[in-house]
């Protein structure tokens, strides 16, 4: 079984330029997260689908970041437009709603965004 | 508010010993708690689920225990080998409702062979 995959794997933008960053999660896994690290601090929460809804998003920075999941299948997350503290490793995550309360999360390799 | 911490932030051992992991948290009204590793450069490795109702999980060579009373998990390795080094992470739900994890720093893991 595939694992949650992300794509890029590197990215390298200039400010104020925009960059998408796309998640495929597990096949049947209905919760998708995405959570970022920032150089020399801790992995942050940014935001939680289930299906296709916004469940949790208040990990957002700011309304420079918007995440779609259309479909309720992949996501995508861009930054428009994008500033040098945006840097940092973006990663998925997804979990399925079973066995009860399990939640057990399975994280992607990351994306590194380089904002120059 | 939320906020894990983790002790050792480094750790450095020869190959064939046992060792333990720490970590804390501050609010106690969590439902699970899960331990990862992360390798230079790639994502997060799952290693064990510990839920609520539970007090410990085992997984091969691993073993995670749970106090949420006082708000503290263990990571135990037994017989840790060069193989194992890594950065070890916990993560717990920001509260009793949300998925959202808080992460602690992670503890640095060297194993000499």
């Known amino acids: 079984e595939a694992g949650v995959t992300q794509f890029p794997s590197h990215s390298v933008i200039e400010k104020g330029q925009t960059v998408t960053l796309r998640c495929d999660p597990i096949?049947?896994?209905?919760?998708l997260y995405w959570y970022r690290r920032v150089m020399g601090k801790e992995i942050k929460f940014l935001l939680h689908?289930?299906?296709?809804?916004?469940?949790?998003e208040s990990g957002m920075p700011n309304n420079r970041f918007l995440a779609e999941r259309t479909g309720g299948t992949y996501s995508t997350l861009k930054v428009q437009p994008a500033e040098l503290e945006d840097s940092g490793v973006y990663f998925c995550?997804?979990?399925?709603?079973?066995?009860?309360?399990?939640?057990?999360?399975?994280f992607g390799p990351g994306t590194r965004l380089t904002v120059t | 508010k939320q906020e894990v911490t983790q002790i050792p932030a480094a750790l450095s051992v020869p190959e064939g010993e046992n060792l333990v992991l720490n970590c804390s948290f501050t609010d106690s009204a969590i439902y699970n708690l899960q331990w990862f590793r992360q390798d230079p450069g790639k994502g997060l490795t799952s290693l064990l689920l510990?839920?609520?109702?539970?007090r410990e999980q085992t997984s091969g060579r691993l073993n995670a225990s749970l106090d949420k009373s006082s708000g503290r998990s263990t990571l135990y390795i037994a017989a840790s080998q060069p193989g194992d080094s890594a950065t070890y992470l916990c993560?717990?739900?920001?509260?009793?409702?949300?998925?959202?994890?808080?992460f602690g720093p992670g503890t640095r893991l060297s194993v000499l062979p």
């Open positions: 689908f289930v299906k296709e809804s916004k469940q949790d």
């Open positions: 995550a997804s979990s399925q709603d079973w066995p009860m309360n399990s939640y057990e999360q399975y």
């Open positions: 096949s049947g896994h209905d919760n």
């Open positions: 510990i839920q609520s109702s539970q």
């Open positions: 993560a717990v739900p920001r509260d009793n409702y949300g998925q959202n994890f808080v």
